[in-house]
């Protein structure tokens, strides 16, 4: 229970919007603003868009603050196999990213219906706090962060709005 009071997970849509400039500079200084908060574990999902860039946003940050660590939760081996479109720089990252994290969770070995549902629900079920980039209100995204505020979470949403501050 300790570890769930100092974890966070990530929760976003595959395609950042060009609109979202601000994206990569709010969720840097977000994922800080918890680390001065105490948070220690960041658990993403192991998706190209924006689970990719909060991976690489807490792997920058571990090289300030060396205690943080980034645990993936991926729904299958080798998701980019069954996804869609995904380019060899993306593979690359992917790749780059499990080897970088403290440790990997696979919460199953093959693909299934519902699998991604149920790596978003580990995601949340792990965590105490939900840092999502929502601009849909349907899908996965929606999903997660609907169960997240279910299960009492805080959510921190990155979705750049007028007017918007960050924590």
């Known amino acids: 229970m300790e570890e769930k009071n100092k974890s966070v997970c990530f929760t976003g849509h595959r395609k950042i ?33 924006f689970d990719a860039l909060a991976s690489k946003a807490v792997i920058k940050l571990k090289e300030k603050y060396s205690y943080i660590q980034l645990i993936l939760v991926l729904p299958f081996y080798d998701q980019f196999r069954k996804e869609n479109n995904w380019s060899f720089e993306e593979i690359k990252e992917y790749k780059e990213l499990r080897k970088q994290a403290l440790k990997v969770i696979y919460i199953q070995e093959d693909y299934s219906i519902g699998c991604y549902y149920k790596r978003n629900r580990r995601l949340v079920d792990l965590s105490s706090v939900c840092v999502c980039y929502k601009y849909k209100n349907h899908g996965g995204t929606a999903y997660t962060v609907e169960y997240a505020e279910r299960r009492g979470l805080k959510i921190v949403s990155l979705e750049v709005r007028e007017g918007s501050e960050i924590i």
């Open 17 to 49: 919007r060009k609109k979202d400039t601000l994206l990569e500079y709010n969720l840097y200084k977000n994922i800080e603003n918890l680390i001065m908060k105490g948070f220690i574990y960041f658990y993403a999902g192991g998706a190209k868009g």
